[in-house]
């Protein structure tokens, strides 16, 4: 062995050296994905049971006092039981039907978040009397777990069973929409600007280094530019779909610049040439051959800046946009609030019913973005042209 | 030929008509850029009307809403240092090991299907973080203390940092990785026909030439560990605190902006008005971060004569 002059004492230890690294390479990519999977676990372990609502079958009394005050239409016992919702929703709909009047049924009633973390094995705090109660229910088949339309249909609400997305998502279409209507113009035009017209100016220089800063600036500094100028400045209503939508459309404006601009670029000259060939003016040439070429492109860039502005929070909680909103906002001048604030909202509370509703508010946000993000793949493979 | 002619002069000004407004489109990105600073420098110089700069940035008491409030923000700065610092320690190593797994060993397949993952990390929008580090990291990192005889604070800088770290690491291996696979393969090639192993190319020579390039991806991080609001609004404290104990609750610039914009203070008061003068720190120290890392990517590019990052 120690005759070969190429033998090096190190080398063994070389080696495990290079086992090692690679493995702690390997490792730390596979902890990435870890974190990744860990925090899907989660969020779905957390927010699915939030789909399903408990109801219990009880005995409902339509008397005369049960239409002035709800709770007396369900036997004494078992009020503590029922969601304060439900009580008030009674009168309401008991008064559109008179002809109830003096009559018993067996109803499905709301329960309430107490009993519906306990039905589902999660902490609650009901007291031993009730849990009595609740186990009697069930052994008779009384209690059922449903589809929680309440979720989808209402909006917040600080009854926590009676608490939905509704309006939170009604208000991130709105602020979608004018962040989309303002952005994807601004940025098509400067994009074309850009690659068409102004090509290698001095101004052309300074803007792209200005895209550039503005890609990193933080986003909560937005808000406070939406603070200080839409609504100190120019005086438009807080907490609105409209001040929320401008502000994240100067936000989004960068991400649809450049890929805009890159879509633009991979428009070969020759289509140009040939235009100009023909005699078509220089706005003939970009607007009937160079855009419709690559519109696939600046959408797909439009959808993954749309993708991130749904999700963000910290300008709009600047802008106000965490208000209580039970109603959805019906245009873009009523106040709002947007899926991430209304998450934000939730996860503050300290109702354990609320963090299940946070999650499963999360997992409707997760499956938006996903869309987004397929749509776009797809409208890329789809559109992609090989020059 | 009279009509060819004014064809020619309605057409360029039609041109003149389109670029103008195309221009203006284009000032747009221009004025948003002034807005926010004219918007931070303005209600910032306000703030300073009514409190002293000095005692702004070498004070460590922070105490708005009280009589004689107090504005120091060292505590703030402090508890943002020690968040950003705690997240670089997880994301920087992971990133840069999880790149360097990615370009110089994974094979095609691997490689496609694990980068997208990755940015799937990305993509989660920072509210679903907060709510992670709030209600699964700081209770298992109180337990963990706990078990190990330490006393942590449900709201430690322990958990927002751990998972602003985790937020990080695509930012940071993305980018890592663009810069690590434009390394030519000339200098791996020479290096193993010299007799190194696979790791010690990568230690002693791809990494030190792709160097910029992951400082830059370094600086970036950093610059969105700044930034980063809802993490830390969620899942940090809200006092100022001078520690070096990452269990305690500390607070951060962000924490403090959205604090004393969402009170129930009057605007102009020195209260929200503080708010101002920590965004306009923020933007300047985001701001020099990102310059100089576009700087380094634009050095690393001009040695290497690589285009496609």
Known sequence: MNHNPFYDPTLKKRHRFNRIFRFFALGSLILSLFFLFIFLFDMVSKGLPAYKQTYLLLDVEYTEQSLDDGRMAIDRDYRAVVSRAWFRDFSVEFAKKPELMNTKAKVWVLANAEVDQYVKGSKHRLKDREIALVDRLKEEGRVEKRLNLIFFLTGDSKIPENSGFYSAIVGSVLTMLVCMAVAFPLGVMTAIYLEEFGKDGKISTLIEVNINNLNAVPSILFGLLGLAIFINLFGLPRSTPLVGGLTLALMTLPVIIVSSRAALRSVPDSIRQAGYGLGLTKIQVVRDHVLPLAFPGMMTGSIIGLAQAIGETAPLIIVGMIAFIPDAPSGVMDAATVMPAQIFTWAGMPERAYIERTAAGILVLLAVLISLNTLAIYLRKKFEVKW | ?309
């Open chain 2, 1 to 309: 030929m009279k009509s060819f002619q004014t064809t020619k002069r309605s057409n360029e000004i039609k041109e003149k008509i389109v670029k103008w407004l195309l221009f203006s489109a284009t000032a747009v990105t221009i004025l948003t850029t002034i807005a926010i600073l004219f918007s931070i420098v303005f209600e910032a110089i306000e703030f300073f009307k009514l409190q002293s700069f000095w005692y702004f940035i070498t004070g460590t008491e922070w105490s708005p809403g009280v009589e004689g409030a107090k504005f120091g923000a060292v505590g703030i700065f402090a508890g943002t240092f020690m968040i950003t610092f705690i997240a670089m320690a997880v994301a920087l190593p992971v990133g840069v090991l999880s790149a360097v797994y990615l370009s110089e060993y994974a094979g095609y397949g691997v490689r496609n299907t694990f980068k997208p993952m990755l940015e799937i990390l990305a993509g989660i929008p920072t509210v679903v973080y907060g709510f992670f580090a709030a209600l699964t990291v700081a209770p298992l990192i109180v337990e963990i203390a706990g078990f190990l005889g330490l006393n942590a604070a449900f709201n430690s800088a322990l958990a927002s940092g751990i998972v602003m770290g985790i937020m990080i690491i695509p930012i940071i291996s993305s980018l890592s990785d663009d810069v690590i696979k434009s390394v030519p393969d000339s200098m791996r090639n020479g290096s193993l026909a010299l007799g190194m192993t696979k790791t010690e190319t990568i230690i002693h020579i791809v990494l030190p030439a792709a160097s910029p390039g992951i400082i830059s991806a370094s600086l970036l991080g950093i610059s969105r560990a700044l930034g980063e609001t809802m993490i830390v609004v969620m899942a940090a404290g809200l006092r100022p605190n001078l520690t070096w104990n990452p269990l305690e609750d500390m607070t951060t610039v962000t924490v403090s902006i959205v604090n004393a914009l969402t009170g129930d203070f009057a605007f102009g008061t020195a209260e929200t008005l503080s708010a101002f003068a920590l965004g306009l720190v923020l933007f300047v120290v985001t701001l020099v971060l990102n310059l100089i890392s576009v700087f380094m990517i634009k050095k690393f590019k001009e040695k290497y004569k690589s285009n496609n990052l």
